[in-house]
């Protein structure tokens, strides 16, 4: 696994399981306690929004006793040690990637921590609910509206920095997807695209996925065991 220049690593539920934070589709997992089309849609938002802020409030506060595992630690490591071209592409909406030291990260779907105002259309770290307290929404920090919504891509919205992901995968010449079900686009066609660039690819995945075909090489395993390993075989040269 040595000798690549520019690595882009695309991240999904799976790599923070081992942190206790609920996947979208193992047994029990979030799309089984609720209804994505009432929590996940601007649509849904705009029926209930009580009921999407509470559920992304619930995430929010859950995510306090959450902490980085072995496997964002190991993507730390290569984030500082790498000395190629590094894009860290998470579709969660945690903030471990960070907590655990990586700086090259890329939410292509937002973040429980950022408040989007709707009036303003302002962003801001938020980490206090959002749901009516008496009767209130909070106020946007800026504009002060108490229009905010969760920062965050729902079902027919678009995904952040589209532009610079597509840049990155044209210039990529490893391609890494660590867990992800690759259920949801454009997110699970990025394989396809790296490999039609001539970019290797490498999945790092509890279980065969839905997009396991297209890639080079495909590995199962925890990523808590598969991602450390893999940064010492690139690191170790
Ligand atoms: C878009 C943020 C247009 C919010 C998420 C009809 C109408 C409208 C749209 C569509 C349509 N048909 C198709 C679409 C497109 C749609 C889509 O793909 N739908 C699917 C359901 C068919 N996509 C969209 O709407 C996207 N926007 O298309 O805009 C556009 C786009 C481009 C250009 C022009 C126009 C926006 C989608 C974003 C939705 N927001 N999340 C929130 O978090 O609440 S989606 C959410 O689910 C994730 O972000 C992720 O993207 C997706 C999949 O989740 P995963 O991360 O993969 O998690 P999952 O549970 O599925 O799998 C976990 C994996 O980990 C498993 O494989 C498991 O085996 C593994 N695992 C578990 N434990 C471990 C492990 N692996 C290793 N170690 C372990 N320990």
Partial sequence: MSGFNNIVILTGAGISAESGIDTFRSAGGLWEQHNVEDVA???GFARDPDLVLGFYDMRREALREREPNAAHNALALLDAEFAGELLIVTQNVDDLHERAGAKRVLHMHGELKS?????????SPWDAPMSA????????????ARTLRPDVVWFGEMPYQMERIYRALREADLFVSIG??????????????ARDLGAQTLELNLERSEGSHWFHESRQGRAGDLVPAWVEEVLGG
């Fill in 41 to 43: 849609t601007p649509e």
């Fill in 115 to 123: 408040a989007l105002c709707t009036s303003c259309e302002m962003r």
């Fill in 133 to 144: 307290k008496d009767g209130q929404r909070p106020p946007c920090p800026v504009c002060w």
């Fill in 180 to 193: 992800t079900s690759g259920a949801v686009y454009p997110a699970a066609g990025f394989v396809r695209d």
